[in-house]
């Protein structure tokens, strides 16, 4: 099969279009003919070897060559124990644990995986599994008027998010680049800042922030909540992660407010509410672009470099 591969940490100049063996499915596994992918931050990490997070299982040279988490495609063949799924059957899923999608096939666990809706084509299939329970926990227990900030907002995660929000009856507040402020305005965010002008640290306050890329101190972090306000780190570098971890619950308790991770539930228990909105007609997917297969490197340099507006999706078959 063809597979994009990379065998040691760097930019997408390293990645190459290679013909390597088809995975054969081991007991509860599913083989899964990809028909697409969708492009997460976290195969930028993989690729990259940062934060220094994304070298578990492989600290100088990459534990799973081919990366690719979030597949939609059909089952080609089931391994011992799987009862759920049948060759033929199309199915979508966030494969973290074993990547793959950048190719033809892609091993996947059973549980992983979901029967696909027939309303749901394979492209907007794929943008959900990772992305969309990242958006509906890091945005749970919202109420009516209550203020929301999400740094990082006009990217997969953060077009969700601002949508849930939304229809919570927030306020939201989006943070990106200044090539995506119109977007998360026609997403539904009320305000719209540029980090690289605006320190939305210094704003609000707010009663929930959602930081999917987070790079600021504790004490920024503090500063921006309200009283009894929540701050949830989910992307950044370790020395952040660490300082949340840490510093977060002596600050936060200290001063009245919840700073801490978001550890996000995945699956399809997660992944499923999502698509069933989508469905219904609550949220919409917002797909940028879609790039073939070989095309990987570039799909991986526009989400890298902060340029997606939504999800990017690679195209297998």
Not at 174 to 181: E, S
Request: aromatic content about 6%; proline content about 7%; glycine content about 14%.
């Amino acid at each position: 099969m063809h597979a994009i591969v990379h065998e040691r940490y760097g930019p997408p100049e390293g990645l190459r279009l290679a013909e390597v063996p088809t995975p054969t499915p081991g007991p509860k596994q599913v083989l899964v003919a990809v028909v697409a992918t969708s492009v997460n931050l976290s195969d930028w990490e993989g690729l990259v070897g940062s934060p220094a997070y994304a070298r578990i299982g492989g600290l100088r040279r990459p534990a799973r060559p081919v990366l690719g988490s979030d597949i939609a495609g059909r089952v080609e063949a089931v391994g011992a124990e799987v009862t759920r799924f049948r060759p033929g059957d199309e199915v979508y899923g966030d494969n973290l644990g074993l990547m793959g999608g950048f190719a033809e096939y892609a091993l996947a666990p059973e549980r992983a995986l979901a029967h696909k809706p027939s309303g749901l084509s394979f492209r907007d299939a794929s943008t959900l599994p990772q992305a969309g329970p990242i958006a509906l926990q890091g945005t749970a227990g919202l109420e009516p008027g209550q203020r929301l900030l999400i740094n990082g907002a006009g990217g997969g995660t953060g077009s969700f998010a601002i949508q849930i929000a939304k229809q919570a009856g927030a306020h939201v507040t989006g943070v990106d680049n200044a090539g995506k402020l119109d977007f998360m305005r026609a997403l539904g965010a009320d305000e719209v800042l540029d980090y690289r002008t605006d320190d939305f640290t210094r704003r609000g306050p707010f009663d929930l922030v959602l930081d999917l890329v987070a790079r600021r101190s504790v004490f920024a972090y503090r500063r921006a909540l309200a009283a009894g306000g929540t701050y949830r780190m989910v992307g950044g570098p370790v020395r952040t992660l660490l300082r949340v971890v840490v510093g977060g619950a002596v600050v936060g308790r200290a001063s009245g407010r919840s700073i801490g991770l978001l550890v996000v539930k995945p699956g399809p228990d997660h992944f499923e509410p999502v698509a069933r909105r989508c469905l219904d007609g609550d949220l919409a997917i917002h797909v940028d672009r879609t790039f073939a297969l070989d095309e990987v490197p570039q799909a991986l340099t526009y989400v890298g470099e902060g340029h997606a507006l939504g999800k990017v999706v690679v195209e297998v078959a």
